[in-house]
T-cell receptor, first 117, second 111 residues
Framework: GAVVSQHPSWVICKSGTSVKIECRSL??????MFWYRQFPKQSLMLMAT?????????EQGVEKDKFLINHASLTLSTLTVTSAHPEDSSFYIC?????????????FGPGTRLTVT | KQEVTQIPAALSVPEGENLVLNCSFT??????LQWFRQDPGKGLTSLLL?????REQTSGRLNASLDKSSGRSTLYIAASQPGDSATYLC??????????FGAGTILRVKS
């Protein structure tokens, strides 16, 4: 149980275009989803927290107009990187939490590798 | 602001050795402390979660301890195997369910 998937697993896009990454909880309803970014040889940094049906809360230094997060249902959150630039190339990982399942655990997706050329 | 530090940054050991990975955090007001494994280019696999009220957790060859007052946690791996080679991350969960990660320890177990 507690499986989280991400799609796509990797994507290459041209500078200036937008790309959408999906995060799905497959066997539970996720009231909260988190988006992290990981640069090579660095740790995960929380970008934003999204609760179903409400606006995402962004961490300091993360541009909300550049990284659009939508959590429209209890099983799906999307991260859209708008007007992507090479410096946005990174590994993006989502996680999901369900208080009914386990109050304090986050279940992580497999990640999406974004390369902006 | 919570900061999580992991030592060593990298570790290479021969197969069969017992080893200890260290994690320290600056703010003791945490819900729990978690240890994850990350294989290259992959997501995170949860290994152990220690609640703030607990002192340790065990799973197979893994044992994690938590000393909140001193801001430290250790992950003990017994009888290491080549398949244990990965990056090990510790993360402190703050109020608001925010996870703050350390930079990780890259472990290589040589056969």
């Amino acid at each position: 149980g507690a499986v989280v998937s991400q799609h796509p697993s990797w994507v290459i896009c041209k500078s200036g275009t937008s790309v959408k990454i999906e995060c799905r909880s497959l066997d539970f309803q996720a009231t909260t989803m988190f988006w992290y970014r990981q640069f090579p040889k660095q740790s995960l940094m929380l970008m934003a927290t999204s609760n179903e049906g409400s606006k995402a809360t962004y961490e300091q230094g993360v541009e909300k107009d550049k990284f659009l997060i939508n959590h429209a249902s209890l099983t799906l959150s999307t991260l859209t990187v708008t007007s992507a630039h090479p410096e946005d190339s990174s590994f993006y990982i989502c996680s999901a939490r369900s208080p009914r399942w386990s109050p304090y655990e986050q279940y992580f997706g497999p990640g999406t590798r974004l390369t902006v050329t | 602001k919570q900061e999580v530090t992991q030592i060593p940054a990298a570790l290479s050991v021969p197969e069969g050795e017992n080893l200890v990975l260290n994690c320290s955090f600056t703010d003791s007001a945490i819900y729990n402390l978690q240890w994850f494994r990350q294989d290259p280019g992959k997501g995170l696999t949860s290994l152990l979660l220690i609640q703030s009220s607990q002192r340790e957790q065990t799973s197979g060859r893994l044992n994690a301890s938590l000393d909140k007052s001193s801001g430290r946690s250790t992950l003990y791996i017994a009888a290491s195997q080549p398949g244990d080679s990965a990056t090990y991350l510790c993360a402190a969960m703050e109020y608001g369910n925010k996870l703050v990660f350390g930079a990780g320890t890259i472990l290589r177990v040589k056969s």
